[in-house]
């Protein structure tokens, strides 16, 4: 099963979400490299590698953790991902080749943006977590 880890990223009131190639938004992640120490750095190194953005930090002791089947090239693959609320002062996204656009949103218009159902509920035990 692949892993990966990513963050509902907040800055004050709005939430940062990803538009990826499928066409689908949700938020950053990516998946765990050897050199990774913790869930948590996965997640903000692929932060940092998705936007550029570098200065958030994960918030409380929260995750939560999804899973689903996926194919790729005609292959069905089980992939969990680890979640964790994080906050950041910094607006400015450096968008890597792996988004097609990116949107800073207020945290009740983020739901009708979010493509899949998972992550809409990991926004919402996020939020709690993130005050918003």
């Not at 099963?1 to 509902?8: A, H, I, P, R």
Request: charge should be negative; aromatic fraction near 10%.
């Amino acid at each position: 099963m692949e892993t990966s880890c990513g963050l509902v990223l907040a800055n004050g009131d709005l939430v940062l979400l990803l538009r990826y190639p499928q066409g689908h938004w949700g938020f950053p992640k990516g998946h765990v490299e050897d050199t990774d120490n913790s869930p948590h750095d996965t997640a903000l190194r692929e932060l940092k590698e998705e936007t550029g953005i570098d200065d958030a930090r994960v918030i409380g002791g929260w995750s939560k953790t999804t899973q689903y089947t996926y194919s790729r090239r005609g292959i069905e693959r089980e992939k969990q991902v680890h979640w964790f609320p994080a906050k950041t002062k910094t607006f400015d996204v450096a968008l890597s080749h792996e988004h097609t656009d990116h949107m800073w949103v207020e945290i009740d218009e983020a739901e009708n943006w979010i493509t899949f159902p998972a992550e809409k509920e990991v926004l919402r035990g996020a939020r709690q977590i993130l005050g918003l």
